[in-house]
């Protein structure tokens, strides 16, 4: 991940627009990455970016350079998404869904590259269950590789919450894996 000069963001606060269309370009793909795997919504997830980025050029002003700026970014895009869980608690997970998880699982070319609708159905399946919370401490741990000490910062959990919340998240990941016949050959 790319760590932004703090020239940039300097150059941001000053009105530049070019200096933020580099930031958009550089950080738009994790912004994504993340909003879809916590919506499991490819549109949704469109949404959140354009939002996430809205709330950054209107608040760059109050970013402080101290901090890194892929956390305060992430704490932006992670908020956003909740806001849109909390607001829709919808989207149970479609046969369709659990079908392609299952033909995930039992493929013997686990290396291929899945689609954006496949990451949908498959993070749709397996969140299933799991308190927004839960997601959001998996989604940052597990699929962007974010370490405790960031996923604290972000989400403004104490290390115990977030520990919690990533075992609570694995166990009930684990049993929906159970379930759908992985890890019984």
């Given at each position: 991940m790319t760590q932004i000069d703090s020239h940039i963001v300097t150059r941001c606060q000053e009105g530049d627009k070019d200096a933020f269309r580099w930031v958009v370009m550089t950080y738009q793909q994790m912004v994504f990455s993340l909003a879809l795997k916590m919506l499991a919504d490819e549109e949704?997830?469109?949404?959140?970016?354009?939002?996430t980025f809205l709330r950054v050029w209107q608040g760059i002003q109050d970013y402080d350079l101290d901090k890194p700026f892929s956390t305060w970014l992430y704490a932006i895009t992670s908020r956003l998404c909740l806001d849109q869980l909390k607001s829709a608690r919808r989207?149970?997970?479609?046969?369709?869904?659990?079908?392609?998880?299952?033909?995930?699982?039992?493929?013997?070319?686990?290396?291929?590259?899945?689609?954006?609708?496949?990451w949908v159905s498959i993070v749709r399946t397996l969140a299933e269950g799991l308190s927004t919370k839960q997601r959001l401490v998996f989604t940052l741990c597990q699929l962007e590789g974010l370490t405790s000490t960031e996923v604290e910062q972000i989400t403004g959990m104490n290390a115990l919450q977030v520990k919690t919340n990533l075992y609570l998240a694995r166990r009930t990941i684990r049993k929906r894996l159970i379930a759908l016949g992985y890890g019984q050959d």
């Amino acid at each position: 991940m790319t760590q932004i000069d703090s020239h940039i963001v300097t150059r941001c606060q000053e009105g530049d627009k070019d200096a933020f269309r580099w930031v958009v370009m550089t950080y738009q793909q994790m912004v994504f990455s993340l909003a879809l795997k916590m919506l499991a919504d490819e549109e949704e997830a469109k949404d959140v970016v354009q939002e996430t980025f809205l709330r950054v050029w209107q608040g760059i002003q109050d970013y402080d350079l101290d901090k890194p700026f892929s956390t305060w970014l992430y704490a932006i895009t992670s908020r956003l998404c909740l806001d849109q869980l909390k607001s829709a608690r919808r989207h149970h997970f479609a046969p369709c869904d659990e079908q392609a998880l299952r033909l995930f699982v039992h493929d013997s070319d686990n290396q291929r590259s899945l689609e954006n609708k496949e990451w949908v159905s498959i993070v749709r399946t397996l969140a299933e269950g799991l308190s927004t919370k839960q997601r959001l401490v998996f989604t940052l741990c597990q699929l962007e590789g974010l370490t405790s000490t960031e996923v604290e910062q972000i989400t403004g959990m104490n290390a115990l919450q977030v520990k919690t919340n990533l075992y609570l998240a694995r166990r009930t990941i684990r049993k929906r894996l159970i379930a759908l016949g992985y890890g019984q050959d």
